[in-house]
């Protein structure tokens, strides 16, 4: 009886031991509540500004009613960005024309990995021809994992460094990207996360590093 009474207590502590530490590997793993998001509104709308629809005024009351607050503001190339109260959440990039909101963009998402980005988006279309970014949702998001092609190729722990929301319409003067939905129409197929060398195997013209 003693022998089974003890062999109990020790089960309890272990289990409580492993209940601990996967606690904390979840806490350790939260993502920016700006990110837990993507898809509120319905892409590319996102915290209810729409990109070539809401007004530039209307995007920055909306984000400094989140605490975010100005970085820069380039008026010759029409760009601004803000910035969260903290770092627990990313930077807003937008560039505009007239009063519009024409891009919109996330910048510096802390901790967010193109793995996560998939469990909200789904799996992305295509790869871009630089062979950098990748096109969601018809290509209203896209985002960009590698700064380079000479970047460590396409993975789910691989850090997201921008995310773009584009809405129909032509190219304009842009400081962020030169995107546009076309971009995800001329996309080499998305075939997974095969290796880089299957994808320049199979897709004529893939972007190779030199």
């Known amino acids: 009886m003693r022998g089974l009474l003890l062999l109990a207590v020790l089960l309890s502590a272990a289990l409580t031991v492993i209940g601990v530490g996967v606690v904390q590997l979840g806490s350790g793993q939260a ?4 990110v837990t998001e993507l898809d509120a509104c319905g892409l590319p709308c996102w915290w209810n500004i729409t990109p070539r629809s809401t007004e530039l005024n209307e995007a ?3 984000l400094i009613a989140q605490g975010y607050h100005e970085f820069m503001h380039d008026t010759r190339y029409r760009f601004i960005v803000y910035d969260p109260a903290d770092l627990t959440n990313c930077r807003v990039n937008m560039n505009y024309s007239g009063r519009t909101v024409t891009l919109l963009a996330l910048t510096l998402c802390p901790g967010v990995t193109l793995g996560d980005v998939i469990a909200f988006l789904g799996e992305p279309e295509g790869i871009l021809t630089s062979g950098t970014a990748l096109a969601f949702r018809g290509g209203h998001v896209i985002v960009n994992a590698r ?3 000479c970047d460590p190729w396409f993975a789910p722990e691989l850090p997201v460094q921008s995310l773009y929301f ?4 032509a190219a304009q003067r842009r400081v962020m990207a030169t995107f546009t939905l076309s971009d995800a129409a001329q996309a080499f197929a998305w075939r997974g ?11 004529a013209g893939f972007p190779v590093c030199k």
């Open 31 to 34: 993502l920016p509540p700006i």
């Open 60 to 62: 920055l009351d909306i």
């Open 147 to 149: 700064m380079t092609i």
């Open 166 to 169: 584009l809405n129909a319409g």
């Open 193 to 203: 996360f095969a290796s880089e060398a299957y994808y320049q195997r199979v897709e």
